[in-house]
């Protein structure tokens, strides 16, 4: 690390710069991803947008391999670099509720277990990450699949603005009134153009959900699935399920566990949907009227630091075929500590689905639902055999899949080819039209890479 680097970043955040010889240096680089152990040459943490726009301003001169961090949760860990600089935006994370107009100024570095709290104060809520330890900032930018979706679209739907710095160090508010192009790559590839150091988003009157879980033992698993299929084509706006094929409770048994977090207000419908989850055998059945915070905390929280390997794909269908090589590929996967081999399948439906009243580059308004193989593991010496079992459960869904990855914030790490074939082709030379207008060197680089293949990482 130069002194001159040292000097510039220092100068951009007085007295919060970490070197690596720095006590707290080791616990703030840790990433969700146990995969991704880098070291940065420095970690800064700016506490206020004029910061962050120094910070990258010093970093740009100087030609620093720099990354941005939000909540860290990426699973292809790209809140870090080595011997670069990461500009940590943890300090940038008060959360301002407005109930008059409806709407939260966030900061870019809180996670939605501070949005979900501040909110809920009011009887407020917006679509958010279905872990509340997941930053604002990368899930909004990659979409945003979360339990309000159904009803009021995905989180980047819910933004109306952002105070961000792009890579010429500017700060500038972008919505969709003053550019439009930008707006809208911003919703749903919007890691590539800067650092956004708040959102302002639109809230919902959201205090309560009939919701929780309902856990299926081995014996239905693949009747457990359709079950979830069939509800959630047929479902209202109200109602989103999730579903993870996993090991569930102290006997790590096998079970379909489907999440339900129903925000309507029709008693028949509940109780019709209550009698179509009981008409197979319940293992655990955990459903009540909760408030919304409590909703965003009933699948539990994952560790950071565990090694994870995701494979998403987006389908068109879920036919019954598709549904027995999913049931065979999470039997065939490692379940016991220190291993977690889970399949998760989420829906894309009601609000999704709509063309929001805001235009966006999310590439899957089309599709039905997003799978995922989710390999969680602990000794680095089963990467092999995990990455290759989180891979088979995306081969097992292609025949049903157009699109080159499913949900980007769940991909592995791409970008360049992936990143066309997701997106488009149209779509995609549109984004690369933004990207090379705003960030032509590529600063912003480290991230689900629209010029991945032109300039590298």
């Known amino acids: 690390m130069s002194a001159t680097l040292y000097q510039a970043v220092a100068k951009a955040c007085p007295g919060r ?5 720095h006590p707290a240096y080791d616990g703030v680089r840790g990433l969700f991803n146990g995969m991704h152990d880098r070291r940065p040459a420095l970690i800064c943490l700016p506490s206020s947008v004029a910061e962050l726009s120094a910070a990258i301003r010093a970093a740009r001169d100087l030609g620093v391999p720099t990354a941005i961090r939000g909540g860290g949760h990426n699973v292809a860990g790209y809140g870090s670099v080595n011997d670069g600089l990461v500009i940590d935006l943890r300090l940038l994370n008060r959360v301002a509720v407005d109930p008059a107009t409806g709407t939260a100024t966030v900061g870019g570095g809180a996670t939605w277990s501070d949005v979900d709290l501040a909110t809920s104060a009011y ?8 872990f509340d330890t997941t930053g604002v900032g990368g899930l909004t930018l990659g979409g945003g699949i979360g339990h309000l979706m159904g009803k009021y679209g995905l989180t980047c739907d819910n933004v109306l603005s952002y105070r961000m710095v792009t890579a010429d160090g500017e700060e500038r508010v972008v919505d969709a009134a003053g550019d439009p192009e930008l707006d809208w790559a911003m919703r749903g590839a919007g890691h590539n153009f800067g650092a956004v150091g708040e959102f302002r988003f639109r809230l919902h009157p959201v205090s309560t959900v009939y919701g929780g879980y309902v856990a299926f033992p081995e014996r239905v698993l ?3 699935v359709r079950l979830f299929r069939d509800l959630m084509l047929e479902a209202p706006d109200e109602l989103t399920c999730t579903l993870l094929l996993e090991r569930y409770g102290p006997m790590q048994q096998a079970a379909a566990v489907v999440s339900v ?4 207000t029709d008693e028949e419908y509940r109780r019709t949907m209550e009698k179509r989850l009981r008409s197979l055998p319940v293992l655990d059945w955990r459903l009540e009227t909760r408030g919304y915070v409590s909703m965003q905390l009933c699948l539990g929280r994952l560790p950071f ?7 998403a794909r987006c389908v068109e269908a879920l036919p019954d075929r598709l549904v027995d090589r999913l049931v065979a590929g999470f039997l065939n996967g490692r379940f016991r500590a220190p291993f977690n081999d889970t399949v998760l399948i989420e829906p894309l439906h009601g609000a999704v689905r709509r063309a929001p009243a805001t235009p966006t580059a999310v590439p899957f308004r089309d599709a039905a639902f997003n799978i995922t193989g989710m390999a969680i593991w602990e000794p680095a010496e089963a990467d092999g055999e995990q990455i290759a079992w989180a891979r088979s459960i995306a081969a097992a869904t292609e025949p049903y899949s157009r699109w080159g990855e499913g949900y980007i914030n769940y991909g592995p790490d791409s970008g360049g080819a992936r990143a066309r074939a997701t997106f488009g082709a149209d779509a995609f030379a549109r984004l690369q039209a933004v990207k090379r207008r ?5 600063f912003f680089r480290s991230n689900y890479n629209l010029l991945a293949d032109q300039e590298g990482r």
């Not at 710069?17 to 010889?21: A, F, I, P, Q």
């Not at 009887?123 to 279905?130: K, Y």
């Not at 705003?438 to 590529?442: F, G």
């Open 222 to 224: 693949a009747p457990a």
């Open 261 to 264: 977090a129903y925000c309507g």
């Open 123 to 130: 009887g407020l809520a917006t679509t958010g990450g279905t």
């Open 438 to 442: 705003l960030d032509p060197d590529n």
């Open 305 to 311: 630091g565990l090694r994870h390997y995701w494979s």
């Open 17 to 21: 710069v970490l070197t690596r010889d």
